[in-house]
C-alpha cells in the first residue's frame, strides 16, 4: 500500500495575508462546482472568474501574487477533489509564475483516496491558436482582434475577442458559440457595417502583447467586471500565440 495514504498534511500554512483566510476557504468550498463542469474550456473560465474577483479586490499585482499564492496553500492543505481541480487548473493557465507551485501541489494530492477527478483535467491549458482576424467597425474608435483556438483533439471551437482603443485593451470576450458569432459575423458584413481581415498568428501575438503590457499602468477600478474575469483566461491564450 503506498505510503502516500498515510500521509499527514503539516498543519495550518504560513500565509503573506492571513486576514484573508474566510475568503480563501470560500474559494475551497467552491471547488465542488469546478467538479461539475462538462469540459476543460468551462474549467478554464470559471477558474478565470473566479481570480478575476481576487485581482479586483486587490490593490495592485504583489498583492494578488500574494493573495493567489495563499490561495494555493490553504487549497492543498485542505486536500478536497475540488481543491486538487482548483490546484490543476491554476497550474495550467493561472499566473506563470505561480503555475509550478500549483501544480506540484495538485500532483501532492493525486492519490489513490482522490477519486473524483474530472475528466477533463488534463485537457486544461492544452488548447491551441488556429486563426486569428481584425474586425474594424467604422463607427467604433477601436479594432477588434479575434483569436481562434482548438483543444489537440480538434474539439472545444472556441475564440478570445480583444476589443483595442488607443492600443488599450477595452473589452476581453471569451467566445464559446462559434456558429452564432460567425453567423452575426456575415451579417453585419453584408451590411457593409464592418471591415475583416485575416490576421497570420505571430502578428496576433505582437500587437496583443505590447498591448497588455500597457494594463499595468491602468488603475484597477477602472476595468469592469467582466473584463476582470475573463483577464486570467486571455493571458493565457495570449502566451500561447508564437512569437
Known amino acids: 500500500m503506498s505510503e502516500n495514504l498515510f500521509r ?4 495550518p500554512p504560513k500565509l503573506a495575508l492571513p486576514g484573508l483566510l474566510p475568503v480563501y476557504e470560500l474559494y475551497v468550498r467552491s471547488g465542488a462546482e469546478l467538479l461539475g463542469l462538462p469540459d ?6 470559471w477558474l478565470s472568474a473566479q481570480l478575476g474577483e481576487l485581482h479586483a479586490a486587490a490593490p495592485d499585482d504583489a498583492s494578488y501574487a500574494k493573495a493567489l499564492g495563499d490561495l494555493i496553500k490553504v487549497q492543498r492543505r485542505a486536500g478536497t477533489p475540488g481543491a486538487h481541480a482548483f ?27 482522490l ?55 477595452v473589452q476581453l470576450v471569451a467566445v464559446g458559440d462559434m456558429m452564432g458569432m460567425r453567423t452575426e ?3 453585419t458584413l453584408e451590411e457593409g ?20 503590457e500597457l494594463l ?28
Open 115 to 169: 477519486t473524483e477527478i474530472p475528466a477533463w483535467i488534463d485537457e486544461v491549458g492544452t488548447a491551441r491558436p488556429v486563426d486569428a482576424c481584425t474586425i474594424q467597425d467604422g463607427t467604433l474608435d477601436r479594432t477588434q482582434l479575434l483569436v481562434e483556438f482548438r483543444y489537440p483533439d480538434g474539439s472545444g471551437h472556441h475564440a478570445l475577442s480583444v476589443s483595442l482603443s488607443g492600443g488599450l485593451p
Open 40 to 45: 476543460a474550456l468551462s474549467a478554464e473560465l
Open 193 to 212: 457595417e464592418v471591415v475583416v481581415a485575416t490576421l497570420p498568428l505571430p502578428l496576433a501575438g505582437d500587437t496583443l502583447r505590447p498591448a497588455f
Open 216 to 243: 499595468a499602468e491602468v488603475p484597477r477600478p477602472e476595468l469592469t467586471a467582466p473584463f476582470h474575469a475573463n483577464l486570467t483566461f486571455a493571458r493565457h491564450r495570449l502566451s500561447l500565440l508564437p512569437d
Open 87 to 113: 490546484l490543476a487548473v491554476v497550474a495550467a493557465i493561472g499566473p506563470e509564475d505561480l503555475r509550478a507551485t500549483a501544480a506540484k501541489s495538485a500532483v501532492d494530492l493525486r492519490n489513490p483516496l
Open 185 to 187: 459575423l456575415r451579417r
Open 8 to 11: 499527514v498534511v503539516p498543519g
